[in-house]
């Protein structure tokens, strides 16, 4: 068997599964391994039956029957699990046999098992996959980084199992990232924006149920319009879609009988420190986070809910022209957070490209997210404009369409920011979307008030706008005394 696969995966867990019934369908033959052997026997017998597959009790059995140059590919939970695997792999395999990690890897790892893979002969890729079950099965996103001499070779496979985009439908949505962490460090990066999509939406549902007060119908009916506008997404569709499940048990909408305490597996969190890593603003995945881990502490605020009080007068639920004007005010609200989210999303790829030497083309990081992903929308055909425009635009709200877009919707956006805290309505995502693009537009902020203060309890010094230097100030001695 030697000469008789094209393919080899490892983990057969429902991303694998589905991942290698894609690459089969393509035309490729595929050896598939699951370190419980059954899962391999029920695949075999099961779903893959009468495919090009061939089953594998080992790791040795897998490598065995690849052809040359073998292309491994991992889907194994992240962690201690990935590197005893390529332990496994690295003496059965020759000098230009490529192992790839499909799975959410910490970016830094990423760059560290490149490293350990390339000095033992062999070449190394960790790509994100976006897009969950459905997308592995019918085409995914895919952020390949790594060895770039792996990428000739695993090329044609990955192409031809992604999402397709495109008047033709002929574009894929996977194309070569960079060099060592930089496809997982993308696909950090999608998840993070993926969070703050998540929290705004969340927040746009909870505004138009709690103070214009729509049912979950009239819910279906605005997200569907606006799935037919430019915020057309695939979040914008299924938050359509649950409104209007009914649970058949109990005849009630099930969005309304789900509890409303949110689980997270971590690469919002990763975005969120290493924005902090790099001195760069991600506010939006960080409120996002923290919006979550609020949610997770349910009890506390049942409990809270009995004795801390909000507003004594919130505003009357709206009606008639007023609810209509509200709704068209949320979804620009909505709008001008997701260019904000967007916004500091790039600006963390640049920052940690800069810091890694990456080489990344921006535009091309959007258009890998423009189908088969959670955040596949139209509106990330407007973020590779901007970037062909000019590749090195320090901030998307600096280009024409994205500036252009804020402004008509800032007087909208105040509003429905005001209104939700006169109800006492949880915005937070809102908020820290307008607060950072205040806080971008301003040229003088406050932080002049606070290097002052750093510099008189810490020596710190400071700079000055008249002249050039460091300089510091003996504000004990220099001050005016107080009265007694």
């Known amino acids: 068997m030697s000469e008789q696969c094209d393919f080899g995966l490892i983990g057969l867990a429902v991303m694998g599964e589905n991942l290698a019934l894609n690459v089969e369908s393509r035309g490729y033959r595929i050896a598939v391994y699951n370190r419980t052997t059954e899962k391999v026997d029920e695949l075999i017998a099961g779903r893959a039956a ?24 991992m889907l194994v939970k992240a962690g201690p ?6 332990d496994q792999l690295i003496p059965l395999l020759e000098p230009g046999d490529i192992i790839i990690d499909g799975g959410n890897t910490h970016f830094a790892d990423t760059e560290r098992r490149t490293k350990y893979v390339e000095d033992k002969g062999l070449l190394y ?6 897009g969950g079950e459905e997308g592995a099965l019918k085409g995914p996103s895919l952020m390949p980084g790594g060895s770039k001499a792996a990428w000739p070779f695993i090329k044609p496979i990955f192409q031809s199992i992604a999402a ?22 993308v696909k950090m990066v999608h998840n993070g924006i ?29 997200f569907d319009e606006w799935n037919r506008g430019e915020l057309e997404s695939y979040l914008i569709e299924i938050t359509r879609d649950i409104f209007s499940v009914k649970d058949a048990a109990t005849g009630q909408f099930l969005v309304d009988v789900i509890m409303d305490r949110a689980g997270a597996k971590g690469t919002g969190k990763w975005m969120s420190q290493l924005a902090l890593d790099l001195g760069v603003p991600s506010t939006l995945v960080t409120e996002a986070v923290y919006a979550r881990c609020l949610s997770a502490r349910r009890d506390e605020r049942v409990r809270a809910s009995k004795v801390l009080p909000g507003p004594t007068a919130p505003g009357a639920t709206l009606a008639g022209a007023d609810r209509k004007q509200f709704i068209e005010d949320v979804r620009q609200a909505l709008y001008a957070s997701k260019i904000c989210s967007y916004a500091q999303g790039f600006v963390q790829l640049q920052a940690a490209a800069a810091e890694h030497d990456w080489p990344l083309n921006y535009g091309e990081c959007a258009m890998l997210w423009r189908g088969g992903c959670i955040i596949r929308a139209r509106f990330l055909d407007r973020i590779k404009a901007a970037f062909d425009k000019n590749a090195n635009l320090e901030n998307l709200l600096l280009d024409d369409y994205f500036r252009d877009a804020v402004q008509s919707a800032q007087a909208a956006w105040r509003k429905v920011v005001a209104r939700a805290v006169q109800d006492g309505i949880p915005v937070p995502a809102f908020m820290t979307a307008l607060a950072y693009y205040d806080g971008y537009r301003l040229e003088r902020l406050p932080a002049n008030l606070l290097q002052a203060q750093r510099d008189y309890f810490g020596a710190h010094t400071y700079e000055r706008l008249d002249q050039p230097g460091s300089f510091h100030t003996e504000w004990l001695q220099d001050r005016r005394e107080p009265k007694a």
């Open 50 to 73: 009468g495919k090009n597959f061939v089953g594998c009790h080992s790791v040795e059995e897998l490598v065995k029957s690849l052809k040359r140059p073998r292309q491994v590919m």
């Open 81 to 86: 699990a990935v590197d005893s695997l390529i």
């Open 125 to 130: 890729v960790g790509t994100g996959v976006s």
């Open 164 to 185: 397709k985009v495109g008047p033709n439908n002929d574009i894929p949505c996977c194309e070569w990232v960079g060099p060592r962490g930089a496809g997982h460090y």
């Open 194 to 222: 993926e969070y703050g999509d998540m929290q705004l939406i969340c927040e746009a549902y909870f505004l138009l149920k709690h103070a214009a007060g729509l049912s979950n119908d009239e819910l279906y009916d605005v």
